[in-house]
């Protein structure tokens, strides 16, 4: 190799990726707290209306705080806007980065509706940007291993798959308790699991949902049952409704012709207790399932980092199958109004 070819090749995986990250609340600073473990990257600057918490955080990660992105953009070079808002501001500020020509980070969901994401693409397309929604499941060490298991076909092919994902109200922000905002627990919590089925199945044939809604129109205890289009199964409860002293539970079990799968967290608030359940059950024994330790938002970040680091579009998530997730979501909104089965068109 040519010495100025080694050199190239060293400069971009020197190089520092600059980030600009927008939101100042509990997901801002979870963003923000896992910075510090991704290679190559730094935070240079955080917006957020919140002044207070902006300054502090900032302040934090030795930053510029911006009461807005277009200060931002104006002020700072950056490679990356990292977009942790309310989900009703997704649309705005990542077609203001794509067009300022930035690569785009957007928490989940993507939008609340499936036109808001459709406009999303098409200005990142535009800009030619890369682009990717947080689906932090996805990076998740126990669901990678599942995911892993799937995909090397030990467990044969998926017959009914349960999850769950259940926990006290968020009190920790106010927006969360609006639909127009958050969409409640079916698009704020129950979305994670149905996005990771869906990255574990394939195309979803139809669903079917019972819940509970709150007195401002918030489906905030949703069970959904999917079937795939591969003739996979599976039945997902998530809530927000769980009483006090609750502890924040999540489980996944996944029953093949070989065995199964059983996966199953639990976070006590309270005392800070936490307690993981991970083993495969099949050829008459029980076995713990090998993870690769990590955290899952590290992961999730450095993806995104060594994506634009290279140029390469992002594969563990893509845009368009963001879109076709939030389908699927309003597909389970419309069961939960309507009381009826809902068949999705995968290739709409």
Known sequence: MAASESEQISDKEDRIVKIGLVGAGNIGQT????????????????????????????????????????????????????????????EQHVVQAARAGKHV?????????????????????????????????????????????????????????????????????SWFQDPAKSGGALFDLHLHDIDFLIHLLG?????????????????????????????????????????KDFPFSVAMRVNGPVGTLDFSYTSDRASGKKQSHFFWYGEGSRQPVAIEPGDPFVNQLQYFVDCVKTGERPQVVTPEESVQVLRVMTAIQRSLETGEVQRIDWMR
Not at 67 to 88: G, V
Not at 153 to 170: K, W
Not at 214 to 220: I, M, T, V
């Open 31 to 90: 963003h923000l707290n896992a910075y510090r473990q991704v290679r190559s990257a730094r935070v240079v600057a955080i917006a957020g209306r919140n002044r207070e918490r902006g300054e502090q955080m900032a302040e934090e990660y030795a930053c510029r705080y911006y009461p807005a992105l277009e200060a931002m953009l104006e002020q700072e070079e950056i490679d990356i806007i990292d977009i942790c808002l309310p989900t009703d501001l997704h």
């Open 105 to 173: 980070l957007c928490e989940k969901p993507i939008a609340l509706t499936p036109a808001a994401a459709e406009r999303m693409l098409e200005e990142v397309r535009q800009a030619n940007v890369l682009f990717m929604v947080a689906q932090v499941l996805r990076f998740w060490p126990e669901y990678v291993a599942i995911k892993q298991w799937i995909d090397t076909g030990r467990l044969g092919r998926p017959e009914m798959i349960y999850a769950q994902r259940l926990s006290q109200p968020p009190d920790w922000s």
């Open 203 to 243: 195309p979803v044939a139809s669903v079917y949902a019972v819940g509970k809604q709150s007195e401002n129109g918030a489906w905030n205890h949703v069970v959904t049952n999917l079937v795939f289009a591969s003739g996979s199964k599976a039945v997902v409860e998530g809530s927000h409704l769980m009483g």
